[in-house]
């Protein structure tokens, strides 16, 4: 099963930028569609954007114009391009793959990393 690793969270000032990078430990029908959740203490986990194979991407509304997703097959990463972060954007970031439709529902990704924490402030 493939192995999710992501890095590159931390502390910004609202109005900055942060990328997050998830290691992908190989390339297989598990990473065919990725992406990105987060979770903020007492609340839902929520999708934050995703990618698939043919390069199609879906963004959620809070952040779509700001956020940008990308895969990074010489590094073998998913990127997650965070700008103009809000203190809202605060959140454990989860990257996920192994989707079982093309919907940023939690429920119907397989393949989970452990998170990094993102922490903006106003």
């Known amino acids: 099963q493939v192995h999710l690793v992501e890095s590159g969270g931390g502390s910004v000032q609202a109005g900055g930028s942060l990328r997050l990078a998830c290691s992908v430990s190989?390339?297989?029908?598990?990473?065919?569609?990725m992406a990105w959740f987060r979770q903020s203490p007492g609340k839902e986990r929520e999708g934050v954007a995703a990618?698939?194979?043919?390069?199609?991407?879906i963004f959620a509304d809070s952040v779509n114009g700001r956020f940008s997703i990308s895969k990074d097959y010489r590094k073998n990463t998913l990127d997650l391009q965070m700008n103009n972060l809000k203190p809202e954007d605060t959140a454990l970031y989860y990257c996920?793959?192994?989707?079982?439709?093309?919907?940023?529902?939690?429920?119907?990704?397989?393949?989970w990393g452990q998170g990094t924490q993102v922490t903006v402030s106003s």
């Open positions: 996920a793959g192994g989707c079982l439709a093309w919907d940023l529902a939690p429920d119907v990704w397989r393949v």
């Open positions: 190989e390339w297989t029908d598990s990473t065919s569609c």
């Open positions: 990618i698939r194979y043919d390069g199609n991407t």
